[in-house]
Every structure is written in structure tokens, then in C-alpha cells.
């Protein structure tokens, strides 16, 4: 929050100076010799009125006395001056970037710092408040650097203090009893008067909402300085950096909003009022809402074929995850098997086809058929309808037995066009270890797994991963080979169709590494993994650009498939680029970090991958109110003796040092109080009465005594 660069100006030499004064230091107490000097002068009044010979010659021998007990000294002090301080507060805050404010600040603080330096018996600091800290984003806050800059002077020492600003600050005490002591506080306002603003405020909005609902927003745009007058304003508005609609709202009203939320992790909506004529900036005609999207249930249909090893495998993982509802289904009994037993002896229930596959079928967030083949179950209308489900935004994953190599493979119906392995007919039987492929060691779903060496080149192995038995071998026509089996053959493939995901296993061995044979494997991570993918969970995009905030840091993260370098641009509020510095961290992983240096929306983006960045709190106090004003700091500069001054008028007021008590701001000057304390660097003591002088006056005071009592 506070720079001190340079925080001493400069300190002029000390002033030394001489003073010399009578001192006395009694041999006895004050009250005892102003008792014998009492007695004295009434014995010597009594003998002038009685006439008595040699009275004004024992009066002189006890003044003598008299002095001699009182122990008369010259004494001289060499006193140094103990400078004084004068604080010079420079705001730098992104608010000093509109208009000719900047400017002025730096010519007004170089003028006034000149002016200070040239007093004798002042040290000048001078304190830039800027970007040190992520509060100065938010917030001008001159009193705590102030506080800072003169912890180790006494307020009585500082001379005074002058504020180079637009007079916005968010730190002014509520009353002048913190600032007892300290000299005048002079105001130097680098704005102009008479500003006029446009601001758009986000009055409510919610930190989350459930995805697939909408999330309500509360907005007013208000005409500074007539707050609360009338006329219409346009609002756009955006949702993740596309734009979604355009209002006409009424000034100094509150407005309600309303914008789906579509994904689950950060959902940012930015909204952008049309700017005034002649307004100040227009950095507070934006802001922007981050609402962080949950999912309330994952729905997820699980079909089995029929019963195997490691159909439970699937059951479990699922159940085990909070957030999913499972509907499970085995093909038990194929319309084909007919042994006579009778309907209504079966412990079965009928596999409700049409409610599943034309009814409900798009309230499921993911559709699994595991070791499924054409059995005379599920006409090819549906088969269709599952391929249509995909391409409009849903998730579909198969798990590859035996029969998917075979004539009734379901690659034989309308979900051989979504799915991207093509089966060539043939079945690897024997041991393999599965591996990460150059994507794998990319890709989100199963970069990073236990088991796996990761290395920066795009290389990965499992070493220790189980074996298995058996792989139907395909042919990729579309998506990205994850990991690879016997012969480097393709053992899952990832891909997209349309707006929805795909997901492909060619093997059913995977309930092995579950029992832990052969070492085990990840299966249960790999499970919940593929299954988020599916369902779009942020966290597991392949290709993504992510920008978070932390205080004044905004840290960029960039994941790319294609292993390419990641070159990212960010854009400012105030439409100012810049490039981020991206380090490598994990194949396909980059990551930088800069500093932002106003609050407000961040535009993130690398080639086509566009995000935003949010930094600020809603509605920071530094966009309430940009306007130049007198009105924050009146009290406080009037409490202590200050007064304000407005650059635009031209010439700085002159300097003046003024002693305690003074009158502190007059016409055309700024008062620096002045402390008058010193430090004593030299003492002499020059006794006024030497002892041989003393014996002199008194023998010879008491010989004219006995002489003139003798005639």
C-alpha cells in the first residue's frame, strides 16, 4: 500500500546556537537565606534610623554573604536544533490515472519537496501511496502510510503534512483525537472541480447458483453528482465473454437481470453501461459478477449388456461419488433366450425402453453402456436418439467387451457415428501393461495419475501398473488416443461431438487392477475422471485458459492438448495489453502471474481461448466515486489548521515556518509549524563570586567595619 522511495528527502544541517544566563545554586535551601537576608535588611533599616556608624559597611559584607550562599553562576548551553518533519503524501492510486491528475501530482510534489528542502531545521519525507499492496486496488488509504512514515518522530515534531490528492480516501479517522500533536494537514487536490461521472453498481448477486438455473442480478446506474436523477441508460451485458442481451434501464433505479448458468465452476458475467458526455472515466461504467456454478445431482444411466467380472466396477465407483444419481440396468434375459419358464415366475422387470431413451432421456448428464451389443432390445430409433442426445450437449461412454469386434457390435448402428474407434474385428488375448500415450501425458483425464512417471518432454510409462488380458482392437477416426495397450494399440479414446463428449474403452479388463492383481492400477480415479470429462467438469479441460485472482495477482493458467507454447495476452480494464510470462510446469501445463494495476474485469485470452479475470471486490470503494472532492478531508484539514488548494489554479501557495500557536494557512501560504526543540551539545559554568574575591570583600568589609566603629 505504501511506497518510500525516497521516504527522506532531505534534512538541512542542525543549527547550532549559544546562550548564556545567570544560574544560581544554593549552599542552603531558598526559604533560609531569604530568612537571614529578611533579618539583614531589618537590622540594617533599624540602624540607618538609630543612626548607628558602619551600618551600610555590614550591610555590604552581608549582601556579600548573602550572595556567596546563594552561589551566583554564568552559565552557557551549545544548543543544536532538533529538525522538524514535513510529510509529503503522494496518491498513486489507480484513480490518479484520469485526466491531467498524474501530471499535476508529480509536478506539485517535485515543486513542494524543492520548497521544504530549502528550510533550515526540516527533514522532508516523501511517501508515494501506490500499488505495494492489493488494498490500494480497492482503496486510498493515506492515513495508515502516513502513520507508517513518522512512527519514530513525535507528533510534536512533525511540522506538517501535505496531501498530494484527489481527495478520494477511504481512511480518514472518524475524529481528529488520533491526529492530536501533529502540525497542519495542507490538502493539494490534482483533480478539477466541477467533475461529472457515470457509475454502474451491482446492488446483488449471488457467489452461486445451480447450474441449468438462473442467477439474479440487481443493477443501478446513477449520474454523478445528481445522484437519483432521471433518463435511460443502455446496459450490455455479457456471460463468459459472449454477448447475451442488451436493456435500456432507467437512471437511479435499481434493475433486476437475470442470466443462465450453462456450466458448473466460475460462471463471469460482466455488464457495461454507455459512457456520458465529458464523463471523468469510464472504468466505473463496467463490473462484472463471478458466480461459481454447482451441479445439484448428476444423473448418470448405466446399461450392462450382460453380467461379467467387472460390471460392478462401474456400480461402485459411481455410487461412491455424493454427487451422482445412478440409474443402473443388466440385460438379464435377451428377448432371444426362450427356456419356457413362465413371465410371471421371473424376478425380473421389464427394461422400460421408452422412458428411458425417448422420454427421459435428456435429464441424464451421462448415458454408459458397458459390454452393450444389439440384442433386439433397443430399436435403432433409439440408438439414433442417443446419437442426437450427444451431439445437443449430453455424454456418452463405452465400454468395449468381446461383442464389440462382432457382427452385432453397436458400432453396426447410428452411434457409429459419434463413436471414434472404428472395431477392425479383431481381439488381443494376452498380457499387456496399459500406458499414457503423448496426448495422455497431456490430457487432464489422465495426466498426473499414480503409478505414472510424468516427465517435461511429453514422455510417460506405467511401471507399475497391472496387467491385462484382453484389448478389441480399433481404429481411431476422431478424438485423442489416451492411453494405449498390446502394441501400442488404442485402449481409450476421448473426443467430442457437437456440443456433447464421447468417451471409449476397448477392454474389459479393468475390474483387475480393482482386485489389486498384478500390483492393481487407478481404477477408481481413472473412473470418476472419465466420468467428469464427460459431464464438463472445469477442472479436467483438455484445452483450457484459467485466470484467477489473488489480491492484486492474477495468476494464468493455460492447458493445451497440443502441447504447443502458451503466449497470453491480458487486457486491462483501460484497454491496455500486455504480455504474461508463461512457464512450462507439467506437459501441456503453463502457468504465469502478473500484477494488475486497476480493479476491474481482465480480459485473459491465447489464440482462440478467451476468459476473464475479476480483480476487486464488488464494487470497490475506489469506483463508488471518482470525482475530485474537498468534502472527505474538510474536517480533518480544518481541525488542524490546514487548508486546501486546487492545482488547476495555477501557482503553488508559499511556504512559511510558523512557530507554535501561530496561525498555521493564510492567503496565498501553507504553514509549517515549527517545535523549537533543541539538543545541548555543550555546558560551561563560570562561577560569578571566586573564593578569592570573597575573602577580599569580607576582610575588607569587616576592616572598614571595626574602622569606622574605632572613630
Known amino acids: 500500500m505504501m511506497s518510500m522511495a525516497p521516504l527522506i528527502g532531505a534534512q538541512s544541517a542542525a543549527t547550532v ?37 558602619g551600618v551600610m559597611v555590614r550591610l555590604g559584607v552581608c549582601t556579600v554573604l548573602i550572595l556567596v550562599l546563594a ?111 501533529i ?87 460482466e455488464l ?58 443388466t440385460i438379464l434375459r435377451p428377448p432371444e433366450k426362450q427356456d419356457g419358464t413362465p413371465i410371471n415366475e421371473l424376478s425380473l422387470i421389464s427394461f422400460p425402453i421408452r422412458e428411458l431413451f425417448e422420454i427421459s432421456l435428456f435429464e441424464f448428464d451421462l448415458v454408459i453402456f458397458d459390454q452393450y451389443q444389439r440384442r433386439g432390445v433397443l430399436p435403432s430409433t433409439y440408438f439414433h436418439n442417443i446419437a442426437d442426445y450427444v451431439r445437443r450437449g449430453g455424454a456418452f461412454l463405452e465400454a468395449s467387451g468381446p461383442d464389440f469386434a462382432q457382427p452385432f457390435s453397436i458400432y453396426r448402428t447410428p452411434l457409429g457415428s459419434i463413436l471414434p474407434g472404428e472395431p477392425t474385428g479383431d481381439i488381443v488375448e494376452r498380457a499387456f501393461r496399459p500406458g499414457l500415450t503423448e496426448d495422455g501425458t497431456r490430457h487432464p483425464v489422465t495426466a498426473g495419475l499414480s503409478g505414472v512417471a510424468n516427465g517435461l518432454n511429453g514422455s510417460g510409462e506405467a511401471a507399475d501398473w497391472g496387467r491385462w488380458f484382453r484389448q478389441i482392437v480399433v481404429r481411431p477416426t476422431a478424438g485423442a488416443t489416451v492411453m494405449s495397450g498390446a502394441d501400442n494399440q488404442p485402449l481409450m479414446i476421448l473426443d467430442r461431438v457437437g456440443e456433447g463428449r464421447v468417451a471409449q ?125 474537498e468534502e472527505k478531508l474538510a474536517g480533518i484539514v480544518s481541525s488542524t489548521g490546514g487548508r486546501f488548494h486546487w492545482l488547476e489554479d495555477g501557482d503553488m501557495p508559499a511556504i512559511r515556518r510558523v512557530d507554535a500557536g501561530a496561525p498555521t494557512q493564510g492567503p496565498g501560504w501553507m504553514g509549517v509549524r515549527r517545535s523549537g526543540d533543541y539538543l545541548v551539545t555543550g555546558v560551561s559554568d563560570i562561577p560569578l563570586l571566586p573564593a578569592v574575591l570573597v575573602l577580599l570583600l569580607l576582610v575588607g568589609g569587616l576592616l572598614a567595619a571595626w574602622r569606622r566603629e574605632g572613630q
Do not use: C
Open 183 to 269: 502540525g497542519p494537514i495542507h490538502t493539494l487536490l490534482t483533480g478539477e472541480r466541477n467533475e461529472i461521472d457515470r457509475r454502474l453498481t451491482i446492488v446483488q448477486a449471488p457467489s452461486y447458483g445451480i447450474v441449468g438455473q438462473d442467477a439474479s442480478v440487481t443493477v443501478r446506474i446513477d449520474d454523478l453528482p445528481e445522484v437519483g436523477a432521471s433518463g435511460m441508460a443502455r446496459v450490455d451485458a455479457t456471460v463468459d465473454g459472449e454477448h447475451v442481451v442488451t436493456r435500456d434501464l432507467t437512471v437511479g433505479q435499481n434493475y433486476e437481470m437475470t442470466f443462465p448458468l450453462s456450466h458448473g465452476g466460475q460462471t463471469v458475467i
Open 17 to 53: 546556537t549559544r546562550t548564556t544566563a545567570i544560574d544560581f545554586a544554593p549552599f542552603l535551601p531558598v526559604w533560609l537565606i531569604a530568612v537571614f537576608a529578611i533579618l539583614i535588611a531589618a537590622t540594617s533599616v533599624y540602624g540607618l534610623y538609630r543612626r548607628a556608624p
Open 505 to 629: 474403452l476397448m477392454s474389459d479388463q479393468m475390474w483387475l487392477w480393482g482386485r489389486g492383481y498384478d500390483g492393481g492400477g487407478p481404477q477408481s480415479e481413472i473412473i470418476r475422471r472419465v466420468a467428469h470429462w464427460l459431464m464438463k467438469e472445469p477442472e479436467l479441460e483438455e484445452n483450457d485458459l484459467v485466470a484467477t485472482t489473488n489480491g492484486a495477482t492474477i495468476t494464468v493458467e493455460r492447458r493445451r492438448l497440443d502441447g504447443e507454447e502458451a503466449t497470453v495476452t491480458l487486457t486491462s480494464p483501460s484497454g491496455q495489453e500486455a504480455r504474461v510470462d508463461m512457464t512450462r510446469t507439467a506437459p501441456g501445463r503453463w502457468q504465469g502471474q502478473t500484477a494488475a494495476t486497476e480493479p476491474g474485469v481482465y480480459r485473459v485470452a491465447d489464440n482462440d481461448e478467451t476468459t476473464l479475470a475479476v480483480v476487486g471486490a464488488l464494487n470497490p470503494p475506489a469506483l463508488r466515486d471518482v470525482r475530485t472532492t
Open 71 to 181: 552561589n551566583p553562576s554564568l552559565e552557557r548551553e551549545d544548543r543544536a536544533a532538533i529538525a522538524d518533519t514535513a510529510v509529503i503524501l503522494v496518491d498513486e492510486t489507480p484513480s490518479q490515472r484520469y485526466g491531467a491528475r498524474r501530471e499535476r501530482a508529480e509536478q506539485a510534489a517535485a515543486e513542494l519537496q524543492e520548497r521544504l528542502e530549502s528550510e533550515e531545521n526540516l527533514e522532508t519525507r516523501v511517501v508515494r501511496v501506490g500499488l505495494d499492496g492489493p488494498a490500494s486496488l480497492e482503496q486510498t488509504r493515506l492515513f495508515d502510510a502516513l502513520d507508517q512514515a513518522v512512527a519514530d518522530t513525535p507528533r510534536r515534531r512533525i511540522g506538517s503534512v501535505f496531501m498530494v490528492t484527489d481527495g478520494q480516501v477511504h481512511d480518514v479517522p472518524s475524529g481528529v483525537g488520533t491526529l492530536d500533536g
Open 272 to 329: 457495461e453501461v454507455a459512457p456520458i458526455d465529458d464523463e471523468i472515466t469510464t472504468a466505473n461504467n463496467r463490473a462484472a459478477v463471478v458466480v461459481n456454478g454447482v451441479r445439484d445431482r448428476l444423473r448418470v444411466l448405466l446399461v450392462s449388456g450382460e453380467p461379467h467380472a467387472g460390471q460392478r466396477a462401474w456400480r461402485n465407483v459411481l455410487k461412491s461419488d455424493p454427487a451422482v444419481d445412478l440409474v443402473h440396468f
